[in-house]
Structures are given as structure tokens and as C-alpha cells.
T-cell receptor, first 118, second 107 residues
Framework: GAVVSQHPSRVICKSGTSVKIECRSL??????MFWYRQFPKQSLMLMAT?????????EQGVEKDKFLINHASLTLSTLTVTSAHPEDSSFYIC??????????????FGPGTRLTVT | GQNIDQPTEMTATEGAIVQINCTYQ??????LFWYQQHAGEAPTFLSY????GLEEKGRFSSFLSRSKGYSYLLLKELQMKDSASYLC????????FGAGTTVTVRA
């Protein structure tokens, strides 16, 4: 149980375009989803916390107008990288936290999305 | 910040034991996770320590000492497939990750 999927797994886009990444909890309801970014040989850096039905909370230094997050249902959150630039090329990973008594406090990670901006 | 520190790299021989240390500078957190991450993949859960002491799970054990601001992950009977990055993460509702320790297992 507790499977999280991400789509797409890899995407290449041109500079200036926008890219949407989906994160789905397949077999549980996720009240909270987290979006991370990981550059090569570095650790995961939390970008934002997404709660179903409310605005996302962004970490310091993350532009909310550039990284649009929508958490419209208990099983789906999306991250849209707007006007992408080469420096946005990274590995984007989402995680989902289940309801109390379901998966408790543990976060379940998606397989990640490799974004390359040319 | 929480200043989570891990060694960058470790190398060990197949069948051996390796201990990966994680030190941090914060007192307020719910627990400490250890994750394994292979290159290009998402982290996978290994262990979670809430209370001080040792948690054993097969070949992997994790230890936490809140008073010393210290945790370690112990990998026993190393196998080639254990070559990966190992991340410790403090759980304060949000996760704060260390930079990860790359373990290379050699034959």
C-alpha cells in the first residue's frame, strides 16, 4: 500500500515554456503533499507544502508565482514550472502524507520527475 | 537551521558492516528518518526513530540519541545492491534532509 505516482517521469522543454508535473496518491487519501527539488549530488530541498483545498505554503526563496501548486483533491497535487529556464533543470520529487490512522506521519515519495530545460 | 551533517562518502567491502553517522543541531522534532536513494530514483523508507535507542530491521539498524544530537544507520552483511545514497531527515511535520552519504560497496 501507500503508492505515490508522478507524471511525467522525464520531460524536456524549451526555455520560456511551462511544464506541469502531477503527483497522485494511488491507494490512500493525502491531506498533505510536499514538493522537493534535488540538484545533482545534493540532498532534497523542500519547495512547498500543499494542503488539499488551500493555498500552498512555500519555503523561503521559492517563488510562488514561478512554481504554481494546486492540490484540488485528496489524491492529486500538481506543480507547474512557469517560464522555465535552464537553471530550473532538476529532479522534482513529491511526497504524500496520509490521514492520521491511515499512514500516520510517514511521507511516501513519488518516483520523481527529471526536468531538463534547453 | 538544523545543520544536519553526514559524511559525504563511505566505501566498504561486500559482507562488511558500515555505520553512517548523522548529527544535527535542533531539539524540537518528532523523529528521525533514514532513507535509501539510488541514483535517479526517489528515496525509499528504511527506518524511523522517535525514542532514543536502537531500532533493528533485518540487516539495517538505526540509533537515536536526542541528548547528543546524534543518529546512526548501521548496515550489516553489505551487499552490492546496498551501494546508494543514505539520507537522514528530521521530521518536524516537514522533513529536513541531510546532504546524504554515498556508500560504495566493493567486491
Amino acid at each position: 500500500g501507500a503508492v505515490v505516482s508522478q507524471h511525467p517521469s522525464r520531460v524536456i522543454c524549451k526555455s520560456g515554456t511551462s511544464v506541469k508535473i502531477e503527483c497522485r496518491s494511488l491507494d490512500f487519501q493525502a491531506t498533505t503533499m510536499f514538493w522537493y527539488r534535488q540538484f545533482p549530488k545534493q540532498s532534497l530541498m523542500l519547495m512547498a507544502t500543499s494542503n488539499e483545498g488551500s493555498k500552498a505554503t512555500y519555503e523561503q526563496g521559492v517563488e510562488k508565482d514561478k512554481f504554481l501548486i494546486n492540490h484540488a483533491s485528496l489524491t492529486l497535487s500538481t506543480l507547474t514550472v512557469t517560464s522555465a529556464h535552464p537553471e530550473d533543470s532538476s529532479f522534482y520529487i513529491c511526497s504524500a502524507m496520509g490521514l492520521a490512522g491511515n499512514s500516520g506521519n510517514e511521507q511516501y515519495f513519488g518516483p520523481g520527475t527529471r526536468l531538463t530545460v534547453t | 537551521g538544523q545543520n544536519i551533517d553526514q559524511p559525504t562518502e563511505m566505501t566498504a567491502t561486500e559482507g562488511a558492516i558500515v555505520q553512517i553517522n548523522c548529527t544535527y543541531q535542533t531539539s524540537g522534532f518528532n523523529g528521525l528518518f533514514w532513507y535509501q536513494q539510488h541514483a535517479g530514483e526517489a528515496p525509499t523508507f528504511l527506518s524511523y526513530n522517535v525514542l532514543d535507542g536502537l531500532e533493528e530491521k533485518g540487516r539495517f539498524s538505526s540509533f537515536l540519541s536526542r541528548s547528543k544530537g546524534y543518529s546512526y544507520l548501521l548496515l550489516k552483511e553489505l551487499q552490492m545492491k546496498d551501494s546508494a545514497s543514505y539520507l537522514c531527515a528530521l521530521n518536524d511535520y516537514k522533513l529536513s534532509f541531510g546532504a546524504g552519504t554515498t556508500v560504495t560497496v566493493r567486491a
